[in-house]
């Protein structure tokens, strides 16, 4: 398997917001084995590419083109995770001498563990309380993995941030502060409440998830404090 391998379904040239204090280029991969009612990239989940598939090689050409203007890479998804092509393509961007950003839900440990060493920081996806993830993604066996990768990144000393998609129609208040909480209690110092984008997902039928500005304001009341960064973005 080789970096010529990857399936992107698309790609941001610059990104201020996909790798926190770095100037990114950002990479979106296909696959994805969730269903997350919420999702807003429901064109990424299928595993194979439409016919405007960006190949590796026009990523890498961009990218070494960038070399000096460009502080990082993000690959993001879907879940950039289930393709083993990812690995061979974080050792390029590293070689081409970008830090490497990853965008993952860690659906299954034993993949996050072998690309760590290859990794600069990571946005780690927390759907819910390991108890509820089935609500989120639709599927059963989801939830403890995604709560291992924190002790797993902890232990490789790779910067992350834990952040929490908030549906209003699938999670009340205090269920994010719950979450909040446990993170807490794991160590985690940045937290970000991600409010769900309505415009376009992959269950229209739950609605826009109304979140009044009172139960935000709770939210970050209480979980402001247990925190180095929490962040609620709308």
Known sequence: MTADNLVIGGMAAFSTVDYPQHLAATLFLQGCPWRCHYCHNPHLIPLGADDEEITWEKARRHLKSRQGLLDAVVFSGGEPTIQKALLPALQQTRELGFRNGLHTGAPHLKLLEPLLPWLDWVGLDIKALPSDYEIITTNRH?????????????????????????????????????????????????????????????????????????????????????????????
């Open 142 to 234: 989801s939830g403890q993995e995604s709560w291992a990768a924190i002790s797993a990144l902890q232990k490789a000393d790779v910067d992350f941030e834990c952040r929490m998609t908030w549906h209003g129609a699938l999670q009340s208040p205090e269920q994010v502060i719950t979450v909040g909480e446990q993170l807490s209690d794991q160590g985690v110092r940045r937290f970000a409440v991600q409010i769900a984008r309505s415009d376009q997902m992959l269950n229209d039928t739950i609605g826009a998830g109304y979140l009044s500005m009172e139960n935000k304001q709770n939210v970050s009341n209480k979980l402001t404090p247990l925190f180095e960064t929490l962040d609620i973005r709308e």
